[in-house]
């Protein structure tokens, strides 16, 4: 099954309309595992023995709860669960896409969050909260920034609407443009290119485990920089002066 750029699986959801079943499905995969993954990992408190797994988990917990409490203070406690599990989900859903399941002729496969459509939902999930957060802690008051100068009122608001724009692009054309070296790479590899008396498909075929090294670099790095900056828009949204 040969991988087209940017295709999908489409679905027909009654109300809905086509949606991209491949990506729901490997979604649905990616939260299986992070279940699985943390049954596993609390399963190994019954033991007296400290794994090295939970020891690695342990620290990123930790490390995520330090920038919630560092950023948000005490009112940020209540947020600290939800930041690790996006940081998780979000590092799943961008490593699960190096799996060649599509090229196994699988109904699913790929990172989700080569999907604007993932992206743009998470980072719509982080907006909302951090609003409701804001309202629910100053009021109306939570938006008194947007007009400090007020004459640059349109361009604060501006800013303010763009960022969940922002998050989503980001995370998106990292992971997007990761899957599109291998699509490229697979591509030279199966057209046998040769120049004069080097064969390009032949020196290609070794670039893979090097991209494969890169793409879990930047996947590991896009899932920090989202969750931080959910982070710190909540603390510039919930701050007392902006």
């Not at 309202?135 to 008194?144: D, N, Q």
């Not at 724009?165 to 040769?194: C, D, H, M, P, Q």
Request: no cysteine; net charge neutral; proline share 5%.
């Amino acid at each position: 099954m040969k991988e087209g750029i940017g295709s999908h699986t489409l679905w027909q959801v009654p109300l809905l309309g086509p949606v991209h079943g491949d990506t729901i499905l490997t979604t649905w995969i990616a939260m299986a595992v992070a279940l699985a993954f943390l049954a596993f990992v609390g399963s190994s408190y019954r033991s007296p023995r400290v794994g090295r797994t939970q020891t690695v988990f342990e620290g990123v917990v930790n490390y995520i709860a330090d920038l919630v409490s560092s950023s948000l203070g005490k009112r940020g406690e209540p947020f600290v669960p939800f930041f690790i599990a996006l940081f998780l989900l979000i590092f799943l859903l961008n490593q699960i896409g190096f799996l060649p399941l599509k090229a196994l002729g699988l109904p699913f496969g790929g990172s989700p969050t080569g999907d604007v459509n993932t992206t743009l939902a998470f980072a719509l999930m982080v907006f909302v909260i951090i609003q409701v957060t804001a309202i629910r802690g100053r009021g109306l008051g939570a938006y008194a920034h947007i007009f400090q100068p007020w004459f640059l009122s349109p361009i604060n608001l501006l800013e303010e609407l763009v960022r969940p724009v922002t998050l989503a692009a980001r995370l998106f054309f990292n992971i997007f443009v990761g899957e599109l070296l291998y699509i490229i790479i697979a591509s030279i590899v199966e057209a046998k290119v040769s120049i004069g008396a080097f064969n390009l498909s032949l020196a290609a075929a070794v670039l893979p485990f090097f991209i494969q090294f890169f793409n879990f670099f930047v996947g590991t790095v896009q899932a920090f920089v989202f969750t931080l900056l959910g982070i710190v828009y909540l603390s510039l949204a919930t701050a007392e002066d902006h």
